[in-house]
């Protein structure tokens, strides 16, 4: 898999490989120390020590103030109006009139907010932290029989490298001598360690469990499948989904908009009554019109989930593409290599009469052994012997000949080798979804075999979920109608649309868009155009086509089907969550200006109502980085 730009994993290592606790990191320690010092001066002031109080007081607003002030003036500066310049503005204002202890809370509670955003932050990079720790420090490379320890970041394609049982893979490779186990689930979610020998590829961060094995890199030590992984986590912790955009769009002209009417409040006021009760309200107004929570709550949210996606296999690539996933009504499945395994296997033999299963296998694997045709594979793993053939002849989508044990052997399809008296043999096994080759010997029919790519065990459990979640599924191939309804029958999926090129797909999944929000799900090259096509596209397995990798917008790093209707819960609850932080902020910023205008509420109480109800909407977006992750079995 390759992305578009990789981020080198000796940068990544610096950036915050191991989180700074709370209580070494300074961007907390301040707000906390500002928090303290607020307290200590409302005791001072309790007790009658008033100038102490006040020295206090005037401690806690400048820790706090020295969180978002500078920030605030050097925006100002370009030009821009934010949120930090209205509690600054408010601060301010407060400390003039006299109001030191309310400049003080204000500053505190602001600080600690912000202080509180960027640890969340940090925890909802935690996966891709997690997905660092994965890669090795070091790698140890072969060279003419010698050994030497290397830091796996200079690793190269082409290198040999030697993986002792119980280390991890340094980059994607190729088994080229060996056998063992390899364990994934730290990358794929899957629990079952993989058998792997030579010719299978493997990839970075994988465990090695029990044997040696020698493995060719296919990918440098800094652009593999698992840097690919953590260059698109952060990508979708960069952005910002469509309601964080929503919220920016509020908060912008917001800010003017309360600057105005706080304006507007002196004026009026001032004009028919006190100068100061007025002055003093419009400050009020300044701090409760605020769009604190609404700007920092919903990308927070959003950033929870997402980040929270990726422990259990699910790459997103954006904020905006994790919230139109969560409104997803409809799926269309690719076949080969998302609803099959993409491995066919030999699932029937029928022999005609006076030959055995074994020898139509045998005499079928002497040709196909010399073709690279995938049915050719599967019937080779299938024969208990191979015998010798010489004068093989492959006629491209039709058969292949030549001689075994002195006789002519003829294997090809039933368009092309007249399968006899085994017709009816040959249209049952090909009703069942099979491709069915035909076996002749001698100009005689010896006879048929059926290949089949088969479902994933878990699809039928996957579209009976779906269908609970309220969510339609479409089977696209280019398969044949008969192949395609019969394995759609064993799925239990009723829609299906066969014998379609890419720009098929493409279509359908556009016809179907128009009706519901509409994923699409694949993992080949001829998928792309659909996933591009779809509301949401995903790639099935991170490590396939790199045209589905970069067509699609969600990566899922493993192969059980699962996933998916796992990542769609957890997309509809944290759009669920960012509706409620939504509808809670714009209720903080309709409700308190009125109660400040009226002077029902003071500067105080507004400042303690608004932070107090930002930590709480902050706190409830992190409830999105939640995940529920079910046994899966094989």
């Given amino acids: 898999m390759r992305a578009t730009t990789h981020t080198p994993v000796e940068e990544l290592e610096t950036d915050d490989e191991h989180e700074t606790p709370w209580w070494a990191d300074r961007a907390v320690l301040i707000p906390i120390a500002s928090g303290v010092a607020f307290v200590a001066g409302l005791a001072c002031e309790w007790s009658g020590a008033q100038s102490a109080a006040l020295v206090l007081f005037w401690v806690g607003l400048l820790l706090g103030a020295s969180t ?45 907010a912000e202080a509180l955003e960027d640890r969340a932050m940090d925890r909802a990079r935690a996966g891709l932290r997690a997905l660092l720790k994965l890669v090795p420090q070091s790698a140890t490379v072969l060279t003419d029989g010698h050994s030497a320890s290397v830091p796996a970041r200079d690793l190269a394609a082409g290198q040999v490298t030697l993986i002792r049982p119980g280390e991890r893979i340094a980059t994607d490779g ?88 706080a304006v507007l409040v002196a004026l009026i006021g001032s004009l028919a009554g006190d100068p100061q009760t007025w002055i003093t309200r419009a400050l009020v107004v300044l701090v409760a019109a605020s769009p604190c929570a609404l700007a920092i709550a919903v990308p927070i949210t959003v950033v929870s989930a997402v980040g929270s996606a990726s422990k259990f296999g699910v790459i997103i690539k954006s904020g905006a593409i994790f919230e139109r996933f969560g409104d997803i009504g409809h799926v269309a499945f690719d076949k080969t290599g998302t ?18 299963e074994q020898q139509v296998l045998a005499w079928a694997a002497a040709l196909e052994q010399h073709s690279t045709h995938p049915l050719a594979t599967a019937i080779t793993h299938a024969a208990p012997t191979i015998p010798a053939a010489q004068g093989t002849t ?92 019969a394995l759609a029958a064993q799925a239990g999926i009723s829609d299906v649309r066969a014998e379609l090129r890419p720009e098929g797909k493409s279509a359908a999944v556009g016809e179907l868009s128009v009706r519901r929000p509409t994923a699409m799900i694949g993992d080949g090259i001829n ?3 659909a996933l591009a096509a779809a509301d949401v596209g995903i790639a099935m397995g991170a490590t396939g086509s790199d045209a589905a990798i970069e067509s699609a917008d969600i990566a899922f790093t493993g192969q059980d089907l699962r996933l998916l209707p796992q990542a769609i819960a957890h997309a509809r609850r944290g759009r669920r969550i960012v509706n409620q932080n939504i509808v ?51």
């Fill in 68 to 112: 978002f002030v500078p920030g605030a003036l050097r925006k100002l500066a370009t030009g821009k109006l934010g949120i930090a310049l209205l509690m600054t503005m408010s601060a301010t204002g407060a400390v003039i009139l006299g109001h030191v202890e309310e400049a003080a809370a204000l500053a505190f509670l602001y600080s600690i």
């Fill in 174 to 261: 190729i088994v080229r001598s060996g056998h063992s186990s390899v364990d994934t689930s730290a990358i794929t979610g899957e629990s079952i360690p993989v058998e792997v020998g030579p010719g299978d590829e493997v990839s970075a961060g994988a465990i090695n469990a029990a044997g040696a094995l020698q493995v060719e890199a296919t990918a440098p030590g800094t652009d593999n499948s698992l840097t690919t992984i953590v260059s698109l986590v952060e990508r979708a912790q960069a952005e910002k989904g469509q309601r964080a955009r929503l919220a920016d769009r509020i908060a912008r002209p917001l800010v003017p908009g309360v600057l105005v009417l």
């Fill in 339 to 356: 609803l099959t395994r993409n491995q066919p296997t030999v699932t029937a033999v029928v022999p005609a009469a006076d030959v055995t």
């Fill in 394 to 485: 492959e006629e491209a989508g039709h058969g292949i000949h030549g001689t075994v044990d002195g006789a002519v052997v003829l294997v090809g399809s039933p368009r092309w080798v007249d399968p006899g008296d085994l017709t009816y043999r040959v249209r049952d096994l090909e009703a069942q979804g099979m491709t069915v080759v035909v076996v002749h010997r001698d100009g005689a029919v010896a006879g048929a075999i059926g290949v089949r790519d088969e479902l994933r065990p878990e699809v039928p459990e996957v579209i009976t979920t779906l269908a609970g979640q309220g969510i339609d599924v479409t089977m696209l191939t280019g398969d044949n109608e008969r192949t395609a309804r």
């Fill in 527 to 529: 998928d792309a155009p």
């Fill in 584 to 634: 809670l902020s714009l209720l903080i910023i309709a409700a308190l200006p009125p109660l400040a205008i009226t002077g029902v509420l003071g500067l105080a109480a507004v400042v303690l109502i608004h932070e107090v109800a930002e930590v709480l909407v902050i706190l409830n977006g992190l409830r999105a980085a939640r995940t529920h992750q079910p046994t899966r079995g094989h």
